[in-house]
């Protein structure tokens, strides 16, 4: 025998120990899914404290209040069986939990098996693995691997990682036991096709049980690096049934699903019964897929949205006023720039006028024209060795877009630090002897008047440096590097600028000027017309030496035999050996840069923040001796 039954995902905008807004965005969720005659509810993991609490999930204030907000959102949750996450302390360990909340009480925790701790993922620095099988109570409530088994339905969980664990994935252990749904709240990163990984994750475990599988992840930039999709699916009898929107501005996404379910009548020790009688279907919203998700520039469209979700988090989590650029005419600046604007254009569509004014509450917006130049100052500034081009470059895309531009002049600060040095040294400075010198003081010079207007605007200091010059150093230590947040850190700049050809393509019509031009730093003076890739290798060469070595994890040498296998045809092998030298000696040289890098977002399968997914010693010997 089968029934009707009602089932809803929620993806969540979580903000880190933010219980009284965690906890309202939790019981919005639960009524609006009440409100369309939903029995089962499935929200993200760790939400009521937020995933990214770092060590605050050892202290004892975290698990306290969040052990307050559960009792709250359990007395709310009345008709309906919800799940929601937190960290639980039980004998001495913190564990991952997911509590069943029905009836207005705590109807059983559920802790994670399988705990996450690759990439961007540390969870045994604060979690206990919860061992399979056992089963105890914590405060009369039954904790452990359990099944939960309610109006005819019987339940298993399976939490972010404990999916990906291949053949040991619970849903195995699930099937065998028996069940009909298994819920997953989890927490999974943004990064490149990773969505699609997720949704065949999806459509396994529903296989697997030959059941329902109802998947919620968490939504947005919600601590600072790390970026969310949003992304929730319910799938049942091979397909996916329904799947919110990604990159979402709303404080919550809700997708619901009327499924054909088998009456079961499951009962032994694993299993926690209670009474619940299930709801009549009310109207069931549906939600369509956006037309991108099925662009053939796929990772061009993922790019803008969750860079521009990404930023303006960032910037109504961190109370700024707006933001501040250096804008050089160049692609990292240009690129920024267009993220800020594509996060502005964004939230207005999804949101309306008055909802980015609600969102924005504590900035004094005035009209919808004026909102980037309220929004977005970015200057201009000029010496000696910048190009005309460049300049037009920079003022083009400031009026397309609408910032406040500024442009200023600061050859004369440049002197005045050549001179005082000088003075003191006892002789002058000459671009055949002090090349690095006069580069850096152009570039840190700029970095004051910059952080003026952020001080000024109360605005976050955009940083401009990307991956492809983190790797080996190609940036100046208090001047590019200078910012508040590091948008681009994460991301090669081969794909910027095949990314900045796209965006023009698609009506961008700013980026004209900038798309036009080779990458310069602009440094030296303009009759040596210095070019980035002629200071380091081609870019594509340098990002294949990057991941082979960092993310493949290949020994130098090895990484000289396939840079010679792809390139050979174009370059000497005496030539491509050099680059690869030059690369391994950079890369050691640099580690201290990547140290002092501005929290940055991650978007690839990789990165090179030191705080977060790639380590490697400040001092070493390096590794250019080994090819």
């Known amino acids: ?268 020790e694993d299993v926690i019964s209670f009474d619940f009688k299930l709801p009549s279907p009310q109207s069931i919203s549906t939600v369509a897929i956006p037309a991108w998700e099925d662009s053939a520039s796929k990772k061009e469209e993922e790019f803008s949205r969750a860079v521009a979700l990404g930023l303006f988090d960032y910037l109504r989590k961190s109370q700024s006023q707006g933001w501040v650029l250096s804008l050089s005419g160049g692609a990292d600046s240009s690129a920024i720039a267009s993220l800020c604007s594509l996060s502005i254009q964004n939230a207005t569509a999804e949101l309306g006028w008055e909802g980015l004014k609600k969102k924005l509450h504590y900035i004094p917006l005035t009209l919808p024209e004026k909102a980037m130049s309220d929004l977005l100052t970015t200057i201009y500034q000029g010496t000696v060795n910048s190009s005309q081009n460049t300049r037009d470059s920079a003022r083009e895309l400031a009026e397309w877009i609408g910032s406040m531009h500024c442009v200023i002049e600061i050859d004369g600060i440049v002197k005045g630090y050549k001179d005082l040095i000088e003075g003191a040294i006892g002789r002058s400075l000459t671009w055949e002897q002090d090349d690095i010198t006069l580069q850096n003081v152009q570039a840190r010079v700029r970095a004051p008047s910059a952080w003026m207007l952020a001080n000024i605007k109360n605005a976050l200091l955009l940083a401009t440096s990307n991956r492809s010059e983190a790797s080996v150093g190609y940036a100046t230590m208090d001047g590019d590097t200078s910012g508040s947040i590091s948008p681009i850190s994460g991301i090669d700049k081969s794909f910027l600028r095949t990314w900045l050809l796209w965006l023009e393509k698609q009506g961008f019509k700013g980026l004209h000027l900038v798309n036009s031009l080779e990458p310069s730093a602009e440094l030296r003076p303009l009759s040596e017309k210095q070019v980035d890739e002629e200071d380091l290798m081609p870019y594509p060469i340098l990002n294949t030496i990057e991941r082979l070595a960092f ?77």
Not at 17 to 42: H, M, P, Y
Not at 581 to 600: C, H, I
Request: hydrophobic letters at 40%.
């Open 1 to 268: 025998m089968k029934q009707r039954v009602v089932i809803s995902a929620a993806s969540l905008n979580q903000l880190p120990l933010d219980w009284e807004g965690n906890r309202f965005r939790i019981l919005e969720a639960v009524s609006d899914a009440q409100k369309q005659g939903t029995a089962l509810l499935c929200l993200p993991e760790l939400c009521i404290s937020g995933y990214g609490c770092e060590d605050q999930f050892l202290a004892p204030l975290t698990a306290e209040k969040s052990w307050e907000s559960l009792e709250k959102i359990a007395a709310s949750a009345r008709e309906i069986v919800a799940i929601v996450g937190l960290a639980l302390p039980f004998e001495g360990e913190v564990y991952n939990v997911s509590a069943i909340v029905s009836a207005g009480k705590i109807q059983a925790l559920i802790p994670k098996q399988f705990l996450a701790d690759d990439g961007v993922h540390y969870e045994p620095r604060w979690f206990k693995a919860w061992p399979k099988g056992r089963r105890v109570s914590y405060k009369g409530i039954p904790l452990g691997d359990y099944r939960v088994h309610f109006a005819g339905i019987t339940l298993g969980i399976e939490i972010c990682q404990d999916a990906w664990e291949g053949e040991k994935r619970l849903a195995h252990d699930l099937a065998r036991r028996g069940v009909s749904v298994i819920c997953n709240p989890t927490a999974s990163h943004f990064a490149f096709g990773k969505a699609e990984t997720r949704k065949a994750l999806v459509l396994e475990g529903a296989k697997i049980i030959n059941g329902a599988y109802v998947f919620a992840n968490l939504l947005g930039n919600e601590a600072g690096r790390i970026i969310f999709d949003g992304d929730a699916y319910i799938a049942h009898e091979g397909s996916i049934k329904q799947q919110s929107p990604r990159f979402s501005y709303q404080d919550f996404t809700l997708i619901t699903s009327e499924l054909d379910l088998p009456v079961r009548e499951d009962q032994g």
């Open 551 to 627: 993310y493949e994890l290949k020994s130098p040498h090895e990484c000289l035999e396939e840079v010679n296998k792809r390139y050979g045809s174009v370059f000497a092998k005496e030539k491509l050996e050099e680059f690869v030298r030059r690369f391994f000696r950079l890369w050691a040289r640099n580690q201290w840069k990547r140290e002092r890098y501005a929290p940055g977002f991650h978007v690839d399968d990789y990165s090179l923040d030191p705080k977060s997914w790639l380590r490697f010693p400040i001092l070493s010997a390096g590794l250019e001796k080994d090819i």
